[in-house]
């Protein structure tokens, strides 16, 4: 560990100064609400130093000299400009950024956020919530991870559905955080909507490479999700009735300025819809019927300052997919149901130790829980089964943030996560009157558990032009006698060759300790989590990127880069192996480990401010697989390989109560088996031994795996939304189309076989299953 205390000593001494200097620190927040404004940009216009909020609204920039005018700016909000005398050591300086009003000694001009070209940080997108909220949406259900595909880079699993493949990777290799907390599943109803509820959403971050030593765990992705803060100043609320589900937020004081809560609920209510009329007709065949059939989500935050130092905050999500049907007929009752869903808490703590140094304390709890069950009851006869599955995670993590002058800003830390795994197990229970006859067994892994440790240390060094991102991230991992350990090397560059334009380069490695064991079509509630163990090694990858960024007329903002990955030890169940087969079977033995490979390029152009704002991206990859044990050995393509993708998204501001909004899509098809030929071995009759009668079995055989492709991908769709200012609020109505031309798009393919009636024999064919058509929506919103 030696050698990240001399870097940290090296990084303070190159921090350091002997000039006199003046260190300006606090919070930004927005004046609204008292939300903290994060990644906030502030800039001393006199010397052209500058320094970016954290994730708290938390800034500090030391300055030489007399005098500074600092510029402090913020996206969606309205820039200020603050008129400063330095003397002494230190001032604090709180700022909340104005809408349109104009305040003593400050200034409000034009609003201007970081570009894109500054930045040392490349393959990253920050997605306002404001703007994700008017991407027209499936049954006007407004989808954070919906949104997230359509950008450069980023696939869905499949037609409708919220999965996140990026950059080549699956699902599993995708760091969710939500608050800083890992989500393991990210979707309801298998993977139609995604369970953040955007009314509750503060900001939206996908970093796709170059990761900063602070992220580790995961191969592809890192998604930070934070909640709203909650607001300080007033009473609020926002929700929505649309044709699925129905949603409510509400934020306020609990005492002004000083402590605030934040809660938010939503439902869908395809039960309460559709629940009677079932019944109905269940009751007229003589047949009683309970059903359950929906999904909900629990949003809640505390925030209180306990005084400019110190601040605490308490967070919370719950939410479940609920689907069962129980039938009861005379004296039987028979039925079964699928539960499952995600708990996640965390408490956090800010201590802003002094003006150059601040810390962030987290402690964190998050459980993703599985229950299938079945149910068969008569007059002397009970039978039930029991699968349960899941993971839970209790950890703790420090972050720290030192800032000593405008040139370095140095961040280390490390944490630790106990994780507990259930892969699954069957509980059987027979119970049979009058009869000697009884079964109460439990078939399965058994649960495991494992500690997960990492320490870091990165330092965002400024010489001028070129701009580095350096650091080193130490993970370690034990499982049962197993132990591993890996030091994982990150560095991003900037050179900035004008005011507007700069070329990027990062390199960054990863490791991942746990598993998740699916299949490559739908997102199952049968998916499971499990470790890396002496027989599965940690899956590990690098990556490394180059390209260009600019900034047009403050307007428009360009990137383009190209990216290569490898990964090793990637997970893939056996062939022929699933969950459903073989429950008395170690998972161990299900699966099978391999390499993969990655590259491409991504063009992207964002248009941000105007009547008109949106963006075009486009991805050209490659994706591969190989497993000794898969295809012969040989390499194939991923299933969600996809040669070209192209997303196009647009709003157009009619008037201040009336906008349009579109998406475009358009994907080359998934990659997908299917057999040539089949052919006839000799077997035995079930029951019997030998050939008899000349008893033959079919085998079907004769392509390499992924070796065809389904038809090509593309969709549009629009929304139109009517604003109107109320005596207590605002109302908006939205009336969207999802797949506007009705465009049958495959969602998978089905095989089978028909008798051709001239020649008597079978063949065989091919047909591409759509499932989503033309799907209006109307939903009512309101602020209030």
């Known amino acids: 560990m030696r050698i990240f205390t001399w870097l940290f000593i090296l990084l303070l001494v190159l921090g350091t100064s002997l000039q006199a200097q003046t260190t300006i620190s606090g919070y930004l927040t927005d004046e609204d609400t008292g939300e903290p404004l994060l990644a906030a940009t502030v800039l001393d216009v006199i010397s052209g130093s500058g320094v970016v909020a954290n994730t708290y609204g938390f800034y500090s920039l030391t300055l030489p000299g007399d005098s500074a005018r600092l510029r402090i700016s913020y996206i969606g909000s309205r ?31 034009a ?17 306002p919530v404001e703007q994700i909220k008017r991407i027209p949406a499936l049954l006007g259900e407004v989808d954070v991870l919906k949104a997230l595909q359509l950008l450069p880079g980023v696939q869905s699993g499949g037609e409708g559905t919220s999965g996140l493949y990026v950059r080549g990777g699956s699902p599993d290799q995708n760091l969710v955080l939500l608050d800083g907390v890992p989500v393991y599943n990210v979707s309801h109803l298998l993977g139609i909507f995604s369970v953040f509820n955007a009314d509750a959403l503060r900001n939206v971050t996908l970093t796709k490479g170059g990761f900063p030593a602070r992220y580790g765990g995961r191969l592809s992705s890192v998604l930070e999700i934070n909640m709203k803060e909650g607001n300080l100043r007033e009473w609020r609320g926002e929700g929505s009735i649309g044709l699925i589900s129905s949603k409510l937020t509400l934020s306020g004081p609990l005492q002004k300025d000083k402590t605030s809560v934040l809660i938010s609920g939503r439902r869908t209510y395809a039960d309460l819809i559709f629940g009677p009329l079932v019944k109905s007709a269940a009751r007229s065949e003589g047949i009683d019927l309970k059903l359950k059939l929906y999904f909900y989500d629990v949003n809640a935050k505390i925030q209180h300052k306990i005084n400019e130092d110190h601040r605490l905050f308490l967070s919370f999500y719950g939410g479940a997919d609920v689907f069962s049907n129980i039938f009861k007929e005379d004296d039987s009752r ?65 972050d720290f943030d030192y800032i000593p002058n405008p040139k370095h800003y140095i961040r280390f830390g490390g944490g630790l996560t106990n994780h507990t795994y259930r892969p699954g197990a069957v509980s059987l229970n027979l119970d049979v009157d009058d009869t000697e006859a009884e079964l109460d067994t439990l078939i399965g892994s058994p649960s495991d558990y494992s500690n997960e440790m990492y320490v870091y240390v990165e330092d965002d060094i400024n010489f001028g032009a070129l701009r580095v991102n350096a650091g080193l991230h130490f993970s370690a991992f034990s499982v049962d006698n197993q132990f591993y350990t890996s030091l994982q090397p990150r560095l991003g ?20 300790y746990i598993n998740l064991l699916t299949s490559e079509s739908l997102s199952l509630p049968t998916d499971l989590w499990v470790p890396s163990t002496g027989r599965i090694a940690p899956q590990e990858s690098w990556q490394a990127a180059v390209g260009a960024a600019k900034t047009l007329n403050d307007k428009y903002e360009l ?8 990964m090793k030890n990637v997970v893939s169940y056996r062939e022929g192996a699933s969950f459903f087969q073989g429950f008395d079977e170690e998972w161990e033995d299900k699966v099978t480990q391999g390499d993969g490979e990655a590259y491409g390029l991504e063009l992207f152009a964002q248009k941000k401010r105007g009547r008109l704002t949106g963006w075009i991206g486009y991805t050209l990859s ?80 004769g392509v390499e795996k992924n070796s065809f492709r389904m038809s090509d991908y593309h969709r549009m769709d629009l ?62 919103q309101f602020k209030f």
């Not at 609003?111 to 997605?127: A, K, L, T």
């Open 111 to 127: 609003d201007r956020g970081e570009r894109i070209e500054q930045s040392s940080q490349m393959s990253r997108n920050e997605v």
């Open 559 to 566: 990137s383009a880069e190209v990216y290569y990955k490898q």
């Open 493 to 512: 560059l900037r050179y900035l060759l004008q005011n507007d334009l700069s070329l990027k380069a990062s390199f960054s490695t990863m490791q991942q």
């Open 334 to 398: 028979s039925g079964g149901g699928v539960d499952w869903g995600n708990t996640i808490s965390a408490a956090r703590w800010n201590w802003r130790i002094n003006p150059k140094l601040f810390l962030n304390t987290t402690a964190t709890y998050s459980r993703y829980n599985i229950d299938i069950e079945a149910l068969a009851e008569e007059q002397d006869l009970q039978f039930k089964a029991l699968y349960r599955s899941g993971i839970y995670d209790l950890g703790g993590k420090l």
């Open 719 to 780: 929304s139109i939304s009517f604003r109107k200012q109320k005596r207590w609020g605002t109302r908006t109505w939205v009336i969207g189309a999802y797949n506007a031309y009705w465009h049958r798009n495959p969602y998978y393919i089905e095989v089978r076989e028909d008798v051709n009636q001239e020649t008597g024999e079978f063949e065989r064919q091919v047909r591409e299953i759509s499932i989503l058509p033309f799907i209006p929506s109307i939903s009512y």
């Open 622 to 701: 490659w994706n591969w697989r190989q497993f000794d044990e898969l295809n012969s050995g040989g390499r194939f393509p991923f299933r969600y390989d996809r040669r070209h993708d192209l997303s196009i998204v647009a709003n157009y501001d009619l008037s201040d109560r009336v906008w349009l909004s579109g998406a475009f899509v358009y994907g080359t098809g998934n990659a997908v088996s299917l057999p040539t030929y089949a052919y006839n071995v000799a077997g035995a009759r079930p029951g019997s031994t030998g050939n008899r009668f000349g008893f033959y079995n079919s085998v079907e055989t």
């Open 79 to 109: 820039t200020v400009e603050i008129p400063l005398f330095l003397k002494g050591e230190a001032i604090e300086r709180n700022v909340a950024l104005p809408s349109s009003v104009v305040l003593e000694a400050v200034e409000v001009t």
